[in-house]
T-cell receptor, first 116, second 111 residues
Framework: NAGVMQNPRHLVRRRGQEARLRCSPM?????VYWYRQLPEEGLKFMVY????????ESGMPKERFSAEFPKEGPSILRIQQVVRGDSAAYFC??????????????FGNGTRLTVT | KQEVTQIPAALSVPEGENLVLNCSFT??????LQWFRQDPGKGLTSLLL?????REQTSGRLNASLDKSSGRSTLYIAASQPGDSATYLC??????????FGTGTRLTVIP
């Protein structure tokens, strides 16, 4: 059973370009969470999605950032017109179909975005 | 808003020593407290999860305790090994969709 798969592992973008980060949850998981880890800081919650629905996007910047989790395919975190401050590691986590408050989240290896 | 703090930020110990990592949280209304390990350039590996109704969990040389009333959790590592070198993160779950993370303790075990 493959774990949470994120790609690409590393992504370099120039200022103003778009970044698209992909996350495939574990098999049987339909809940996806995105977190951002800035250098020397802890992981910060960005957005929580179920299939075709955004449940909580309270941690996501209002502009330039969007996320989706379509019926088929991976979840996508999209950052438009990237700026240097977007450079960070972006982690995806997934959990099973039934939300159990005491089930652990399973994390991917992250995508390290560098904006030059 | 939940705030999670971990001290120390960094710790170096000689191989074989027992050690304790500390985690504190401001809002005691948590569902669970989870400890993770993060290796450089890698993702997070879940180590232990303590439910709010539990006091501790054990896995091999690791033991995690939880005191909700005081807002504290500790991770005890027995007989440390160089392979234990990593950053250890604690995270408090306060809702169905959010984990609040500390900034981590960077552990170095010296052979």
């Amino acid at each position: 059973n493959a774990g949470v798969m994120q790609n690409p592992r590393h992504l370099v973008r120039r200022r103003g370009q778009e970044a698209r980060l992909r996350c495939s949850p574990m098999k049987g998981h339909s809940h996806v969470y995105w977190y951002r880890q800035l250098p020397e800081e802890g992981l910060k919650f960005m957005v929580y999605l179920q299939k075709e629905n955004i449940i909580d996007e309270s941690g996501m910047p209002k502009e330039r950032f969007s996320a989706e989790f379509p019926k088929e395919g991976p979840s996508i975190l999209r950052i438009q017109q990237v700026v240097r401050g977007d450079s960070a590691a972006y982690f995806c986590a997934s959990s099973p179909d039934r939300i159990k408050n005491n089930s652990p989240l399973h994390f991917g290896n992250g995508t390290r975005l560098t904006v030059t | 808003k939940q705030e999670v703090t971990q001290i120390p930020a960094a710790l170096s110990v000689p191989e074989g020593e027992n050690l304790v990592l500390n985690c504190s949280f401001t809002d005691s209304a948590i569902y669970n407290l989870q400890w993770f390990r993060q290796d450089p350039g890698k993702g997070l590996t879940s180590l232990l999860l303590i439910q709010s109704s539990q006091r501790e969990q054990t896995s091999g040389r690791l033991n995690a305790s939880l005191d909700k009333s005081s807002g504290r959790s500790t991770l005890y590592i027995a007989a440390s090994q160089p392979g234990d070198s990593a950053t250890y993160l604690c995270a408090a779950k306060t809702g169905a969709n959010n984990l609040f993370f500390g900034t981590g303790t960077r552990l170095t075990v010296i052979p």
